[in-house]
């Protein structure tokens, strides 16, 4: 880009970078047009450019409204060079939202951005195929077309015959920064199938975004930085939605079967003959009525239960004479033996149910020691699971993060950031850490801890449902415009529900609400009340546009359901990080959940309102400490709900007042 955005940016950052300016942002001509510098976005362009100049980790906790993700941007490109930038999220909501950053930042650099590819699929192979069937289905498809044998598909053929064509649309896709839809629509209209054809020309890209899959699961990674032609020190990294990563990474060290898949592998061997299938059968009804049927008799709903692999092991040498991992390797075997026949039959589907079975009866067993917990799990809707559940994602996040030329993990929740570090990475060396406050004006919002309540089981007496009552109803008397009160579950929202009553509309989330109908109420009139659960559809990864809730009540700790699980977790983190297990697996998660609904209100730099949160002990040093630092420096304590009442009143008229 001649005089472009970006080499302006890399002048004024190099000198920020320095450390020689440090000026007033306010005039900056550099930005895309339309955009306003945002209190704290300088300032984490600074911080981060240095971080990962000097190799490091930058992990950045910036509330809504700072504008990270173009700031993000601003960081990495005037100093990539010859590397390339891998952006990865969580939800695919954030691509569009770099997307546009990219194409305000102008034409160059480019980039290809990716969903899986079965959503790329323009033949649409979906209907009831699982993925890894759709990818079978896309390699037959594929090889027909070297070999020129029917099916073949059409859009792969037309790549290899008109290879120049292709290559430069799909070149030009990338410099246009097309949406992976807007590439496959562009693509299919000539013919060409959009994922096979950008994969040929990432080589000649410089960034790329998808989801966490394409960087933290290994296999993935490999075949992406192979099709990239660079290793990961040539890369930068950006994470948003970072506080998903050690959930995500410990979920793929997970796996888990559930009792519908040993059935249907049951019923596979009604149908594939082998020398082996007596075995096989021992080995599936060991499974099904040992483990299973078991777990059924004497688990409730929603029951957990820890077993240990050696236990499980036993019951297939005492049954069926083999061990757990030989009974593993019986049941991949004949699977794979199941997917041959299909494929030579021209079976459309060739996965295996015993397959899977085999497959992760091998992670069960193998995956065994501190780091992991071996389940057997009801749950409400009376589905069993087996699993073997990971305490630890840092064996996947370490060396991607650390490999890695610069590492940037962001998110508006990374709260304490110091917590996530721990939890993604081995040791604390060459790490930034950074919070941001909020740029959204302090006057227009007020945070309020009452310290005479607790959702604290051995107090949820009667007179404690009557407290928090009262609370909603005198907040309800005095607060302008909608408001919502969160739960920590749906049985204590039901439970103080029927004392509550108010003047305003009601709407209670349950599990078939749409979010369309309650944000449709909302805009109708400013006089509702929405009652629902933190963590549930109505407080997280949910926007109120222009002011539509002017208060989020919230009713206790979200602390997670207690279980052996929970437990373990616990002690696994105590021996890892001393002293702090209880924090890290139980309070983080709690303090996640709490910010994220609390966030709900304030979501322009116009918005207005009032937080209240219902529970003593936000209050305490310890617990208060763990709070976004500027919840810490607002927060006031209220005693009782007419003192709740009269700050809320009291900041309304302040509002009226500056109007
Ligand atoms: S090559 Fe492309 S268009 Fe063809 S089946 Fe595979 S994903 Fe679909």
Redesign the pocket.
């Known amino acids: 880009m001649s005089e472009s955005m970006v080499s302006k940016l890399s002048k004024r950052v190099g000198e920020a970078v320095k450390g020689r300016v440090r000026s007033k942002v306010s005039d900056e001509k550099w930005l895309p047009e339309g955009y306003e510098v945002r209190k704290g976005q300088m300032g984490f362009i600074e911080e981060a450019s240095k971080a990962i100049k000097n190799n490091e980790v930058f992990l950045g906790s910036a509330p809504c409204g700072i504008g990270k993700s173009l700031a993000s941007l601003l960081a990495v490109l005037p100093q990539l060079g010859a590397n390339k930038l891998l952006i990865c999220f969580r939800t695919r909501s954030q691509l569009n939202i770099y997307l546009k950053e990219l194409k305000a930042l102008g034409r160059n650099p480019s980039a290809v951005s990716f969903f899986s590819?079965?959503d790329?699929?323009?033949?649409r192979?979906k209907g009831n195929f699982s993925y890894f069937d759709f990818l079978e289905?896309?390699r037959r498809?594929?090889d027909n077309c070297e070999s020129s044998n029917k099916p073949y598909?059409k859009?792969?053929w037309n790549i290899n015959r008109k290879k120049k064509e292709a290559e430069e649309l799909a070149l030009d896709c990338t410099r246009k920064v097309l949406a992976p839809r807007e590439a496959v629509r562009r693509m299919s209209k000539h013919g060409f199938?959009a994922?096979?054809a950008l994969k040929r020309v990432l080589d000649r890209v410089d960034i790329f975004l998808g989801t966490y899959h394409y960087v933290f699961n290994p296999q993935v990674r490999d075949a992406l930085l192979k099709s990239f032609g660079v290793d990961l020190s040539n890369v930068y990294l950006i994470v948003d939605e970072a506080h998903n990563l050690p959930a995500f990474s410990r979920e793929l060290l997970s796996d888990r079967l559930t009792q519908n898949t040993v059935e249907g592998a049951l019923k596979e061997t009604e149908m594939f003959e082998h020398e082996a299938l007596p075995s096989v059968r021992e080995c599936l009804n060991v499974l099904n009525e040992e483990v299973f049927q078991r777990a059924q008799e004497i688990l409730e709903r929603e029951g957990l239960k820890p077993l240990n692999p050696q236990e499980v092991s036993d019951l297939f040498l005492d049954q069926g004479g083999v061990s757990g991992s030989e009974a593993a390797e019986i049941l991949h075997e004949y699977g794979e033996h199941v997917r041959e026949t299909r494929r030579e039959l021209g079976y459309e589907k060739i996965f295996s149910y015993n397959h899977r079975v085999g497959e992760f009866m091998m992670n069960f067993f193998e995956k065994v020691g501190t780091k992991y917990i071996h389940l057997i799990e009801r749950e409400w809707r009376d589905r069993t699971l087996l699993e073997v559940r990971s305490f630890d994602g840092r064996e996947i996040t370490d060396p991607v993060l650390r490999q890695a030329r610069g590492s940037i993990l962001m998110s508006g929740f990374l709260s304490p950031p110091k917590v996530y570090r721990d939890l993604m990475l081995y040791d604390q060396s060459g790490v930034y850490l950074k919070e941001f406050d909020s740029p959204f004006p302090p006057e227009n919002r007020l945070i309020l801890a009452a310290d005479d309540v607790s959702s604290r089981f051995e107090k949820r007496t009667n007179k404690m449902l009557e407290k928090w009552k009262d609370y909603v109803e005198a907040i309800s008397e005095v607060n302008e415009g909608n408001m919502a009160v969160f739960f920590t579950s749906y049985e204590l929202m039901h439970t103080v529900l029927p004392l509550i009553k108010t003047d305003r509309k009601e709407i209670v989330e349950r599990r078939k609400t749409k979010r369309g109908d309650v944000m449709e109420q909302l805009t109708r009139s400013a006089d509702n009340v929405l009652f629902g659960v933190m963590g549930g559809k109505f407080s997280e990864g949910i926007d109120y546009p222009g002011n539509l809730l002017t208060c989020v009540v919230t009713v206790g700790l979200p602390y997670a359901t207690w279980s052996v699980h929970q437990k373990a977790l616990i002690s696994y983190f105590n021996h890892q990080f001393p002293g702090k297990g209880r924090t890290y697996a139980y309070l983080t998660p709690a303090i996640l959940r709490l910010i994220q609904t609390c966030g709900r209100v304030h979501r322009s730099a116009n918005d207005k309102g009032c937080i209240v949160i219902l529970d003593e002990r936000v209050t305490r040093p310890s617990i208060k400490q763990q709070l976004p630092s500027y919840y810490q420096k607002e927060m006031k304590i209220v005693g009782s709900p007419i003192s709740c009442a009269e700050q809320i009143k009291k900041f309304w008229e302040e509002q009226h007042r500056k109007l």
């Open positions: 590819k079965q790329m699929c323009p033949l192979i289905e896309c498809l594929k598909c859009f792969y199938c994922y096979e």
